[in-house]
């Protein structure tokens, strides 16, 4: 093949890497005030959360929704997700984490990267930071801080199956993660994000 020939060859389509939202919980340790509509510079929280994915040029994004759902669709501009409804959220997170798995076949996504609502100290530059790590849909990365790991999650398709048929209560992807520990890319972040979760009355001293 000639240079020229080499040069107007096609390029591979590059991955589709999805983002996942997982913004079902109920605050039960906040009162219940479910976190999605937890104030943030003057709108719910769950915005940031998908201005975060949008802006770290994760496309499509999906959005788990379960407590106070209907509320959260009305308050919230949500335009451009696909959003599904967790009926079992109260559950824990595995459910919603099934359900938002179970809403991305047949997207071609070769990756899903997994947020959490309640971390708004973890911005764009390291999810996109994240989602650098994809290299197959056998990939397996996650945020560090400090060497310890956090979210967010990436998870290759090929590991999908597995991740939902062991996600139950709250324990979300952690037994996929120790059973593949040694294959985990750990991507260290703590220099540009800070992982806190929004959990307790105190925390809400973080959303400003």
Known sequence: MSTADASSAPRPAPPVIAGLLLGAGGGRRLGGRPKALLPYRGRPLIENAVRVLREAGLHPLHVVLGASAAEVRERADLTGCVVV???????????SLR???????????????????DQPGIGAAAVAR???????????????????????????????????????????????????????????????????????????????
């Open 99 to 117: 359900v938002g798995l179970a809403s991305l076949a047949g997207t071609g996504a070769g990756a899903a990267l997994v947020s959490l609502v």
């Open 130 to 208: 994240v989602r650098e790590a994809y290299r197959s849909p056998a990939s397996l990365a996650a945020a560090s801080y400090d060497g310890e790991r956090g979210h967010p999650v990436l998870f290759g398709s090929d590991r999908w199956a597995d991740i939902a048929a062991t996600a139950t209560g709250d324990k979300g992807a952690r037994v996929h993660l120790a059973r593949h520990a040694g294959e985990v890319t750990l991507v260290e972040c703590g220099d540009i994000a800070a992982a806190f979760d929004i959990d307790t009355p105190p925390d809400l001293a973080r959303l400003v």
């Open 85 to 95: 409804d967790n009926p079992d959220w109260a559950e824990g997170m595995g459910s």
